[in-house]
């Protein structure tokens, strides 16, 4: 193999080429592998491999500590505090909390409000007694007097918003007439003053009406005579003694005997003036045995 000529201009300078190329590979190779010593020699960062799946798992690779003389040498525009910034977690909201369930609410009590009582005004007039205060009912006209205060003539005795004739007597004293239909039953009657016009009223009072003792007898049966002087068979309630009792005659010496019938027998309390009825009692379609009258035997005939 023949060399180049080193006098030709054109070889010479295609070996000045190559010498110069390869002094400069030299070079570049001494500057990777060794440096020059004045420059550290620089990582490159390249990213780190993804692990595969069922590849165990590499540690991770950290990079060499730099000593003081390398970190003197460095750029001082690189050298910067490090800002940690810790990212927040952000944790999505339960769409549904199972501790809390729905409670239907609770229908307001309501509570009564109690009006406030309005005051009743005072009466102008005053009734204070009644005598009497307690009648027999059934006793017939009477006569009520009533005591009280600031009393006047325009006053008209009221019992069951009924007006009673009425007498003045003074301030503190009145007087009206009670017909016997107004205490004809047991009950009580509300008693008070008025005036015509209403202007003057007074309190009001009760009147006890009961019921007058009735006689304690039933009767029984009756015994007739020619004459028709009839007898009453009555029996006492509580002994039950049969007595004989005519017309006139007193029963437990207070009831007298004013008539006798089949059906009853009337008797009056000698003491009220009250008319009771005793009426006859049978015991079934026969009746009573002592009701039935006994036949009176004319005479005897006597046969020889």
């Given at each position: 193999?023949?060399?180049?000529?080193?006098?030709?201009?054109?070889?010479?300078?295609?070996?000045?080429?190559?010498?110069?190329?390869?002094?400069?590979a030299i070079v570049f190779l001494w500057w990777t592998f060794f440096g020059f010593g004045s420059s550290s020699p620089k990582?490159?960062?390249?990213?780190?491999?993804?692990?595969?799946p069922g590849a165990a798992p590499r540690r991770p690779v950290t990079a060499p500590a730099q000593s003081v003389v390398e970190l003197k040498e460095s750029d001082p525009e690189q050298l910067q505090p490090v800002v940690y910034r810790p990212s927040s977690v952000s944790v999505p909201e339960a769409s549904r909390n199972i501790f809390i369930y729905y409670e239907k609410p609770q229908a307001p009590i309501a509570i009564p409000s109690v009006p406030t009582p309005t005051p009743t005004p005072v009466p102008p007039v005053l009734l204070a007694s009644l005598s009497p205060a307690n009648v027999y009912a059934g006793t017939g006209e009477f006569t009520l007097e009533i005591s009280g205060d600031k009393l006047t003539?325009?006053?008209?005795?009221?019992?069951?918003?009924?007006?009673?004739?009425?007498?003045?007597?003074?301030?503190?004293?009145?007087?009206?007439?009670?017909?016997?239909?107004?205490?004809?039953?047991?009950?009580?009657?509300?008693?008070?003053?008025?005036s015509g016009d209403a202007t003057l009223y007074s309190n009001s009072a009760m009147l006890n009406?009961?019921?007058?003792?009735?006689?304690?007898?039933?009767?029984?049966?009756?015994?007739?005579?020619?004459?028709?002087?009839?007898?009453?068979?009555?029996?006492?309630?509580?002994?039950?003694?049969?007595?004989?009792?005519?017309?006139?005659?007193?029963?437990?010496?207070?009831?007298?005997?004013?008539?006798?019938?089949?059906?009853?027998?009337?008797?009056?309390?000698?003491?009220?003036?009250v008319k009771h009825t005793l009426p006859m009692i049978t015991q079934g379609d026969r009746g009573n045995p002592m009701a039935r009258p006994t036949p009176r035997v004319e005479s005897e005939d006597d046969e020889p």
């Open positions: 193999m023949q060399l180049g000529d080193i006098r030709n201009p054109t070889d010479r300078n295609k070996l000045i080429l190559a010498a110069a190329l390869g002094l400069i990582v490159s960062s390249r990213p780190a491999n993804q692990p595969t003539p325009q006053l008209r005795v009221v019992i069951d918003n009924n007006e009673m004739p009425t007498r003045y007597k003074n301030a503190q004293q009145l007087s009206a007439k009670v017909p016997g239909a107004v205490i004809a039953s047991p009950g009580t009657r509300t008693v008070m003053l008025r009406v009961a019921a007058p003792p009735a006689p304690n007898y039933s009767y029984i049966g009756i015994i007739g005579t020619p004459k028709f002087i009839d007898t009453a068979i009555v029996q006492d309630k509580g002994n039950k003694e049969v007595l004989n009792v005519q017309r006139g005659d007193l029963l437990g010496g207070r009831f007298r005997v004013t008539s006798i019938s089949e059906k009853e027998v009337v008797v009056i309390d000698s003491n009220l003036r």
